[in-house]
């Protein structure tokens, strides 16, 4: 066993006088559990981070996923499992890098490694079982893996994983993720109370028998790991005096669906947004609500609009090449003023892209993917509680405006797993969109008023509303209209109501001084990593602010004015944008990142990017280097 | 939902309405002179002064094409989407509404070319509605292109040599579908066929699907030509359990009892022949109905919020 | 005594009659609550009602106040409101309610007839509610007294459209207080009753029911419950005694009596003595009505004619002519001197 290097994390670390053994005392951790795909190291991951939680910490864990569903075993491409974040305060993103991985074979590790996804001196328990493999191919490879791992200051811990399981189970490939769970536990000081429980509720649908294995198998680790390790990871845990709920972004959105009182979940299956309908197919029906899996995308958003249509709260999910198909659709809901909910989970575009991978290159689309005029709504959550909260809010505006509301989220907050102050229901959210009262005699089915655009909705089975909803140039009689004036003032209707709801928004909130050298502005799932960097460069004495827009359309007011008090606006995106010093790239052809373009057109200010498109969430560490780089560049706007 | 939710607030109500023809008038027909869809939406304005249907609790919901406009001249409810796309909305409205009467109006391009998908689908969902295939054999709105159903060698504007391919046949590809459950042909020219079918479609409880041979005078004047001129060409099924119009005997002699309910038979007769069949080919009502699978109690804003709250408690720190 | 095997039967058999019936309350508490938040005067509603209604997403990013001016609808009248306000109380209590809302027990000598006319004319008074808030949605509600629209409604003031909805009921009682006259009123729209027979009963009690919409089924276990349940239309039930006959008449399976009788069971044994004041030869009457309707068209008529020596029930003319007359015959031979 090998146990050269310093340890890692933030913070400093004592001996216990009483164990003899060396105890780390930090305040956040990385760690990470990864493994060929199908070998339970997400559902370690995922316990561990649940456990993490509900003993206090503050955690943000995510999804380690490989690109395709069953990659040849030991490949480095293959790596499946969870990384968790947690730390004494609250977390808000994922991090820069891992401090303790346990991976099981060395193959999924150098993927890891060659990924730059550990810290210098990250501690790795490693499955040590390849090491004397009968497959000659097999031993020669750990031994380069090793090598090459050798070239970085990690502390590698040789574990006996197949070897310890085997006491136990026949076939430790469906086990040993239990084992891992073991070590962890030990290392970091879980309740084992706690993950007994959480182990209960991962497998509540399997049999005592597999839940009394599971238990047995973590026991064994953390006894192997107490007997074998000489050193322990404290991260002090402070109980919130707030109940606090633990779970996925895509479970978030699935349950603030039920919490808005929808009733009809209208979708088509694409990652990384079916999860949300998995979570809803479970309980909906105990809600008295249907998850309805159409014939395509198009079928899903069009059965949606159907059901909104005939008076009931219906919503779409679905990730970029279903917001594709579902274009038409959307246009036709904000010409007919049906209102709607559309999810839609971002992922790496175009065309089909990085299936599982976090991308916010949708935005542009979201607003303007419609033909012709249609202005609708854009929200985009930037929690894991927000993708809760969304919702219900996402319905009311849906319904007030009767338009469309996208709400976008991405592959990041659909997996990423985080505590958040339990949400108070409210039964206020679940009412009725309409009653079905009679319509008053020569009242038009859109009696749009002049000043806002808004009309009252009006649903099949009110007495003399009779009318049919078209797609087709119409008048407040929903008419077809094809004359000047009719047109004309259906778009201005329909487009003022996009500006009466931006005149009840708030300015957004600058995080850090209200003026200074650098604003950066970001939107959607960066926001935990954005105010990090900002804290650390502010740490470093640069003045740096941020500003998240939750708001995409309309945008919320006093923008240029926040703007106006910052030498330099940069956004910070996950979407495409060419460097300015790129090859060819001038100032007049360089293509930007997709809110800057859109804040240049708003605001007339020369907003500037930063953005990548890893397929990764970003690093806080990253964005403080383009923070620093941008500032070094120069101020002026 | 469908939960069985049907509102009590008008219950209470007494409704002494009767509805005439004229209570079901809508906007004038825009449809050329001499087209098929006028006589279509007599028997439909027919059909539903005769079934007294509440005009507020009736939906007509279309695609985009000529026969699509169908709901503008109609005095209830209506939905006049997207090319292709009217039953994914029906879908949706009847999912959630069972207690409305839904009717679908789809032109040829609109069934059997860009909604073909959601056609398939339409019927082995069986939702109960009544989906008319208003059948020209060309697309006509756009001015002459050539449609799936359009015949093998019939010039078009897109096609001015003919078409290349065989015409589709949208009667035997949705007796193919599993769980179909109704499925008709009729004509617009002969009233008395074109209203029993509509009526027995109507009365069907599942998606009854009816094709209603329609002349389109402009751009396939020709095609229904034949069967219009000589009746010979017809051959009625006829059947107790489908439709039988002894009147219509006289004028139309060719005839074969078809069963509704042998689906065999229903897809032997489907075959192209020399012969138009009209008449009901398959009629099931023991299929299930998709939107009866999904019906679901409705729990009240506290009741969710109970159960919402208990679902939180499994995810409580 | 929910642990009692027949009331538990009885209630998974109403099952979805009671779902049907309570969702439609519910679907109408909630457009109720949806008019009382959208009629209350922004005043009285205050920011924090639009708080509530935008959820926590929209805390700090949405101006209340300002929203609240798109929310609201024209405020109604408080005094109007406060009707509603009542009507869904009603709502929401029936909503909430278990299902011993759906059942009840008739105390030995009381009347069938008044006890399922109270419990319906209880149940009423959701409807009466419904049509209260209808009229408020509808802008027909006047600023008066509504006092009388809130009470129990009987079940004769119940539209037709009411009834189709009406909440199925599950009646425990003694065999001798089945007195099937008490339910005839009460076969029409939706109504579904079903009782359980303690003690003796005569042998074919809910033969005096059958008419040709109505569905009628004695039973000793499930048998028939399920479609029971599923008849559109009046139907009655009676868990029976052993002794008592078992059969179903479901409207459903044809224009023929006949073809709709379904009997599975004729009791072995005469009836000996008489039951809730039915004499011994009122019994093998009813028995032998039951049969005689189950019988082909030959025999029926000519059984008919044993049991009956009446000569207005000489069959002649159309099937369901004879059908509806054997009906009408059968309804004046039953007792119903309870009906009141």
């Given at each position: 066993?090998?146990?050269?290097?310093?340890?890692?994390?933030?913070?400093?670390?004592?001996r216990?006088?009483?164990?003899?053994?060396?105890?780390?005392?930090?305040?956040?951790?990385?760690?990470e559990?990864?493994?060929?795909?199908?070998e339970?190291?997400?559902k370690?991951?995922?316990?561990?981070?649940a456990?993490?939680?509900?003993?206090?910490?503050?955690?943000?864990?995510?999804?380690?996923?490989p690109?395709?569903?069953?990659?040849?075993?030991?490949?480095?491409?293959?790596?499946?499992g969870?990384?968790?974040?947690?730390?004494?305060?609250r977390?808000?993103?994922?991090?820069?890098?891992?401090?303790?991985?346990?991976?099981?074979?060395?193959?999924?590790?150098?993927?890891?490694?060659?990924?730059?996804?550990?810290?210098?001196?990250?501690?790795?328990?490693?499955?040590?079982?390849?090491?004397?493999?009968?497959?000659?191919d097999?031993?020669?490879?750990?031994?380069?893996?090793?090598?090459?791992?050798?070239?970085?200051?990690?502390?590698?811990?040789?574990?006996?994983?197949?070897e310890?399981?085997?006491k136990?189970?026949?076939?430790?490939?469906?086990?040993?993720?239990?084992?891992?769970?073991?070590?962890?536990?030990?290392?970091y000081?879980?309740?084992?109370?706690?993950?007994?429980?959480?182990?209960?509720?991962?497998?509540?649908?399997?049999?005592?028998?597999?839940?009394?294995?599971?238990?047995?198998?973590m026991?064994?680790?953390?006894?192997?790991?107490?007997?074998?390790?000489?050193?322990?990871?404290?991260?002090?845990?402070?109980?919130?005096?707030?109940?606090?709920?633990?779970?996925?972004?895509?479970?978030?959105?699935?349950?603030?669906?039920?919490?808005a009182?929808?009733?009809?979940?209208?979708?088509?299956?694409?990652?990384?947004?079916?999860?949300?309908?998995?979570?809803?197919?479970?309980?909906?029906?105990?809600?008295?609500?249907?998850?309805?899996?159409?014939?395509?995308?198009?079928?899903?958003?069009?059965?949606?609009?159907?059901?909104?249509?005939?008076?009931?709260v219906?919503?779409?999910?679905?990730?970029?090449?279903?917001?594709?198909?579902?274009?038409?659709?959307?246009?036709?809901?904000?010409?007919?003023?049906?209102?709607?909910?559309?999810?839609?989970?971002?992922?790496?575009?175009?065309?089909?892209?990085?299936p599982?991978?976090?991308?916010?290159?949708?935005?542009?689309?979201?607003?303007?993917?419609?033909?012709?005029?249609?202005?609708?709504?854009?929200?985009?959550?930037?929690?894991?509680?927000?993708?809760?909260?969304?919702?219900?809010?996402?319905?009311?505006?849906?319904?007030?405006?009767?338009?469309?509301?996208?709400?976008?989220?991405?592959?990041?907050?659909?997996?990423?797993?985080?505590?958040?102050?339990?949400?108070?229901?409210?039964?206020?959210?679940?009412?009725?969109?309409?009653?079905?009262?009679?319509i008053?005699?020569?009242?038009?089915?859109?009696?749009?008023?002049?000043?806002?655009?808004?009309?009252?909705?009006?649903?099949?089975?009110?007495?003399?509303?009779?009318?049919?909803?078209?797609?087709?140039?119409?008048?407040?009689w929903?008419?077809?209209?094809?004359?000047?004036?009719?047109h004309?003032?259906?778009?201005?209707?329909?487009?003022?109501?996009?500006?009466?709801l931006?005149?009840?928004?708030?300015?957004?909130?600058?995080?850090?001084?209200?003026?200074?050298d650098?604003?950066?502005v970001?939107?959607?799932s960066?926001?935990?990593?954005?105010?990090?960097?900002?804290?650390?460069?502010?740490?470093?004495?640069?003045?740096?602010?941020s500003?998240?827009?939750?708001?995409?359309?309309?945008?919320?007011?006093?923008?240029?004015?926040?703007?106006?008090?910052?030498?330099?606006?940069?956004?910070?995106?996950?979407?495409?944008?060419?460097?300015?010093?790129?090859?060819?790239?001038?100032?007049?052809?360089?293509?930007?990142?997709?809110?800057?373009?859109?804040?240049?057109?708003?605001?007339?200010?020369?907003?500037?990017?930063?953005?990548?498109?890893?397929?990764?969430?970003?690093?806080?560490?990253?964005?403080?280097?383009?923070?620093r780089?941008?500032?070094?560049?120069?101020?002026?706007? | 939902?469908?939960?069985?939710?049907?509102?009590?607030?008008?219950?209470?109500?007494?409704?002494?309405?009767?509805?005439?023809?004229?209570?079901?008038?809508?906007?004038?027909?825009?449809?050329?002179?001499?087209?098929?869809?006028?006589?279509?939406?007599?028997?439909?304005?027919?059909?539903?002064?005769e079934?007294?249907?509440?005009p507020?609790?009736?939906?007509?919901?279309?695609?985009?094409?000529?026969?699509?406009?169908?709901?503008?001249?109609l005095?209830?409810?209506?939905?006049?989407?997207?090319?292709?796309?009217?039953?994914p909305?029906?879908?949706?409205?009847?999912l959630?509404r069972?207690?409305?009467?839904?009717?679908?109006?789809?032109?040829?391009?609109?069934?059997?070319?860009?909604?073909?998908?959601?056609?398939?689908?339409?019927?082995?969902?069986?939702?109960?509605?009544?989906?008319?295939?208003?059948?020209?054999?060309?697309?006509?709105?756009?001015?002459?292109?050539t449609?799936?159903?359009?015949?093998?060698h019939?010039?078009?504007?897109?096609?001015?040599?003919?078409?290349?391919?065989?015409?589709?046949?949208?009667?035997?590809?949705t007796?193919?579908?599993?769980?179909?459950?109704?499925?008709?042909?009729?004509?617009?020219?002969?009233?008395a066929h074109?209203?029993?079918?509509?009526k027995?479609?109507?009365?069907?409880?599942?998606?009854?699907?009816?094709?209603?041979?329609?002349?389109?005078?402009?751009?396939?004047?020709?095609?229904?030509?034949?069967?219009?001129?000589?009746?010979?060409?017809?051959?009625?099924?006829?059947?107790?359990?489908?439709i039988?119009?002894?009147?219509?005997?006289?004028?139309?002699?060719?005839?074969?009892?078809?069963?509704?309910?042998?689906?065999?038979?229903?897809?032997?007769?489907a075959?192209?022949?020399?012969?138009?069949?009209?008449?009901?080919?398959?009629?099931?009502?023991?299929?299930?109905?998709y939107?009866?699978l999904?019906?679901?109690?409705?729990?009240?804003?506290?009741?969710r919020?109970?159960?919402?709250?208990?679902?939180?408690?499994?995810?409580?720190? | 005594?929910?642990?009692?095997?027949r009331?538990?039967?009885?209630?998974?058999?109403?099952?979805?009659?009671?779902?049907?019936?309570?969702?439609?309350?519910?679907?109408?508490v909630?457009?109720?609550?949806?008019?009382?938040?959208?009629?209350?005067?922004?005043?009285?509603?205050?920011?924090?009602?639009?708080a509530?209604?935008?959820?926590?997403?929209?805390?700090?990013?949405?101006?209340?106040?300002r929203?609240?001016?798109?929310?609201?609808?024209?405020?109604?009248?408080p005094?109007?409101?406060?009707?509603?306000?009542?009507?869904?109380?009603?709502?929401?209590?029936?909503?909430?309610?278990?299902?011993?809302?759906?059942?009840?027990?008739?105390?030995?000598?009381?009347?069938?007839?008044?006890?399922?006319?109270?419990?319906l004319?209880?149940?009423?008074?959701?409807?009466?509610?419904?049509?209260v808030a209808?009229?408020?949605?509808?802008?027909?509600?006047?600023?008066?007294?509504?006092?009388?629209?809130?009470?129990?409604?009987?079940?004769?003031?119940?539209?037709?459209?009411?009834?189709?909805?009406?909440?199925?009921?599950?009646?425990?009682?003694?065999?001798?207080d089945?007195?099937?006259?008490?339910?005839?009123?009460?076969?029409?729209?939706n109504?579904?009753?079903?009782?359980?027979?303690?003690?003796?009963?005569?042998?074919?009690?809910?033969a005096?029911?059958i008419?040709?919409?109505t569905?009628?089924?004695?039973t000793?276990d499930?048998?028939?419950?399920?479609?029971?349940?599923?008849?559109?239309?009046?139907?009655?039930?009676?868990?029976?005694?052993?002794?008592?006959?078992?059969?179903?008449?479901d409207?459903?399976?044809?224009?023929?009596?006949?073809?709709?009788?379904e009997?599975?069971?004729?009791?072995?044994?005469?009836?000996?003595?008489?039951?809730?004041?039915?004499?011994?030869?009122?019994?093998?009457?009813?028995?032998?009505?039951?049969?005689?309707?189950?019988?082909?068209?030959?025999?029926?008529?000519?059984?008919?004619?044993?049991?009956?020596?009446?000569t207005?029930?000489?069959?002649?003319?159309?099937?369901?002519?004879?059908?509806?007359k054997?009906?009408?015959?059968?309804?004046?031979?039953?007792?119903?001197?309870?009906?009141?």
């Amino acid at each position: 066993m090998a146990t050269k290097s310093k340890t890692a994390g933030k913070g400093t670390r004592k001996r216990a006088k009483d164990e003899g053994r060396e105890i780390i005392r930090v305040s956040e951790h990385t760690a990470e559990i990864v493994s060929d795909s199908g070998e339970g190291a997400q559902k370690c991951g995922q316990i561990f981070g649940a456990v993490c939680a509900k003993m206090g910490n503050g955690a943000w864990t995510v999804e380690i996923i490989p690109a395709e569903i069953q990659p040849p075993p030991r490949s480095k491409a293959g790596g499946s499992g969870n990384r968790v974040r947690f730390g004494t305060e609250r977390i808000t993103n994922w991090g820069d890098a891992t401090n303790l991985v346990v991976a099981f074979n060395e193959q999924v590790l150098l993927g890891r490694h060659e990924l730059d996804a550990l810290a210098d001196d990250a501690i790795i328990l490693l499955e040590n079982m390849w090491a004397t493999h009968p497959d000659p191919d097999i031993q020669q490879q750990w031994k380069e893996a090793l090598e090459a791992l050798s070239t970085r200051n990690y502390r590698i811990i040789e574990v006996p994983m197949e070897e310890e399981c085997l006491k136990i189970v026949e076939d430790p490939r469906r086990g040993k993720n239990m084992f891992a769970l073991g070590l962890f536990a030990f290392i970091y000081d879980r309740d084992l109370e706690l993950i007994r429980a959480q182990i209960a509720h991962q497998f509540r649908k399997k049999s005592e028998e597999v839940y009394a294995r599971n238990v047995l198998l973590m026991e064994a680790g953390y006894a192997w790991a107490d007997a074998n390790l000489d050193f322990r990871i404290e991260i002090p845990t402070v109980k919130s005096d707030q109940p606090m709920v633990v779970m996925n972004g895509n479970e978030a959105i699935g349950m603030g669906a039920v919490a808005a009182g929808m009733e009809l979940c209208s979708m088509y299956p694409i990652t990384p947004a079916t999860s949300a309908s998995h979570y809803l197919s479970d309980v909906f029906d105990k809600f008295g609500g249907v998850v309805h899996q159409a014939e395509d995308e198009i079928a899903a958003v069009g059965v949606a609009i159907g059901a909104s249509y005939a008076g009931k709260v219906a919503f779409t999910i679905t990730s970029g090449p279903g917001l594709s198909l579902k274009q038409e659709f959307l246009g036709l809901a904000v010409m007919v003023e049906v209102p709607l909910v559309v999810v839609d989970v971002q992922r790496g575009g175009p065309s089909t892209g990085l299936p599982t991978k976090v991308e916010q290159s949708d935005l542009l689309a979201a607003m303007f993917g419609q033909h012709g005029d249609a202005p609708h709504v854009v929200l985009a959550p930037a929690t894991i509680e927000e993708c809760f909260h969304s919702m219900v809010t996402a319905r009311r505006i849906a319904e007030t405006f009767r338009t469309v509301v996208m709400v976008l989220t991405d592959a990041n907050l659909a997996t990423g797993v985080q505590p958040f102050p339990r949400p108070e229901l409210d039964p206020r959210w679940q009412q009725a969109p309409v009653s079905l009262s009679p319509i008053p005699e020569g009242k038009p089915a859109y009696d749009w008023d002049p000043r806002t655009g808004l009309s009252s909705r009006r649903v099949p089975g009110q007495k003399d509303g009779m009318h049919t909803a078209t797609g087709l140039a119409h008048n407040e009689w929903s008419k077809v209209a094809y004359d000047p004036e009719s047109h004309e003032r259906g778009c201005r209707m329909r487009s003022r109501k996009i500006a009466v709801l931006q005149h009840t928004l708030r300015a957004p909130e600058v995080y850090g001084e209200e003026s200074g050298d650098l604003l950066v502005v970001g939107w959607g799932s960066t926001k935990g990593a954005i105010e990090e960097a900002v804290d650390r460069a502010r740490a470093q004495g640069l003045s740096v602010s941020s500003c998240h827009l939750t708001f995409l359309s309309p945008l919320q007011p006093g923008l240029k004015e926040i703007f106006r008090r910052f030498e330099r606006v940069m956004t910070v995106e996950i979407n495409y944008s060419d460097e300015p010093h790129d090859p060819f790239i001038t100032d007049e052809n360089r293509r930007r990142a997709q809110l800057c373009l859109l804040l240049r057109a708003h605001t007339l200010v020369d907003v500037d990017c930063w953005s990548r498109v890893p397929g990764q969430p970003l690093r806080p560490g990253f964005i403080l280097n383009a923070i620093r780089e941008r500032l070094a560049m120069g101020v002026g706007v | 939902m469908t939960h069985y939710g049907c509102s009590l607030l008008s219950c209470g109500v007494i409704d002494e309405r009767t509805f005439e023809m004229d209570d079901y008038q809508g906007a004038v027909a825009r449809w050329c002179p001499g087209c098929g869809d006028h006589s279509i939406l007599t028997a439909v304005q027919r059909l539903l002064e005769e079934e007294q249907l509440k005009p507020e609790e009736t939906v007509f919901v279309s695609g985009i094409g000529c026969s699509s406009r169908f709901p503008h001249y109609l005095n209830t409810y209506g939905f006049h989407g997207l090319h292709g796309r009217a039953l994914p909305v029906a879908t949706g409205v009847k999912l959630e509404r069972p207690e409305l009467n839904v009717f679908v109006v789809m032109g040829d391009g609109d069934c059997c070319s860009i909604g073909a998908g959601h056609w398939i689908h339409a019927t082995r969902y069986n939702v109960d509605m009544v989906a008319l295939l208003l059948d020209n054999n060309m697309y006509g709105l756009t001015k002459g292109q050539t449609s799936p159903t359009t015949p093998l060698h019939f010039p078009s504007n897109t096609q001015p040599r003919g078409t290349y391919l065989e015409a589709l046949n949208p009667v035997q590809a949705t007796l193919g579908v599993t769980n179909a459950s109704f499925v008709a042909q009729t004509a617009e020219w002969i009233p008395a066929h074109l209203y029993e079918t509509l009526k027995a479609a109507y009365h069907h409880k599942g998606f009854s699907f009816v094709r209603i041979l329609q002349r389109c005078p402009v751009y396939t004047a020709s095609v229904y030509d034949e069967a219009v001129r000589k009746p010979d060409v017809i051959e009625m099924m006829v059947h107790d359990d489908g439709i039988y119009l002894p009147d219509l005997d006289q004028i139309y002699k060719q005839k074969i009892v078809h069963n509704p309910k042998d689906i065999d038979g229903a897809r032997r007769l489907a075959e192209v022949t020399e012969r138009v069949r009209l008449g009901v080919f398959y009629r099931n009502e023991a299929l299930p109905r998709y939107e009866d699978l999904r019906r679901l109690p409705a729990h009240t804003a506290e009741e969710r919020v109970r159960l919402l709250s208990e679902e939180l408690d499994r995810y409580a720190v | 005594m929910p642990s009692d095997p027949r009331i538990e039967l009885a209630l998974r058999a109403v099952a979805a009659p009671i779902d049907r019936y309570r969702s439609a309350v519910v679907t109408t508490v909630e457009e109720v609550r949806g008019y009382l938040a959208s009629h209350r005067s922004p005043t009285e509603s205050g920011d924090g009602n639009t708080a509530a209604r935008l959820g926590a997403f929209a805390a700090g990013r949405i101006d209340y106040a300002r929203f609240a001016t798109l929310l609201t609808e024209a405020p109604d009248d408080p005094e109007r409101l406060r009707k509603v306000e009542k009507a869904f109380d009603i709502l929401r209590v029936i909503a909430a309610g278990d299902e011993d809302l759906f059942k009840i027990k008739v105390k030995g000598g009381a009347r069938l007839g008044a006890a399922v006319a109270k419990r319906l004319a209880e149940m009423g008074r959701g409807f009466a509610a419904a049509r209260v808030a209808g009229m408020a949605t509808a802008g027909s509600l006047n600023s008066g007294s509504a006092e009388e629209l809130l009470a129990p409604m009987a079940f004769e003031r119940w539209s037709a459209a009411e009834r189709r909805l009406a909440p199925p009921l599950v009646v425990e009682l003694e065999g001798a207080d089945l007195h099937a006259g008490d339910l005839v009123e009460f076969m029409d729209g939706n109504v579904k009753i079903l009782l359980l027979v303690n003690g003796e009963s005569t042998p074919a009690p809910l033969a005096p029911l059958i008419t040709p919409g109505t569905f009628v089924l004695q039973t000793g276990d499930d048998t028939g419950l399920g479609r029971f349940a599923e008849h559109e239309g009046p139907a009655v039930a009676a868990l029976v005694p052993e002794d008592a006959a078992r059969f179903i008449h479901d409207p459903a399976r044809g224009a023929n009596l006949w073809d709709r009788i379904e009997i599975y069971h004729a009791p072995e044994k005469e009836p000996r003595r008489s039951v809730g004041g039915r004499s011994v030869s009122q019994q093998k009457q009813e028995l032998q009505q039951l049969l005689a309707m189950g019988k082909a068209p030959v025999e029926a008529a000519a059984s008919v004619a044993d049991a009956a020596p009446v000569t207005a029930v000489a069959p002649s003319g159309p099937v369901s002519n004879q059908v509806d007359k054997l009906a009408a015959w059968l309804l004046s031979q039953a007792d119903l001197e309870n009906i009141g």
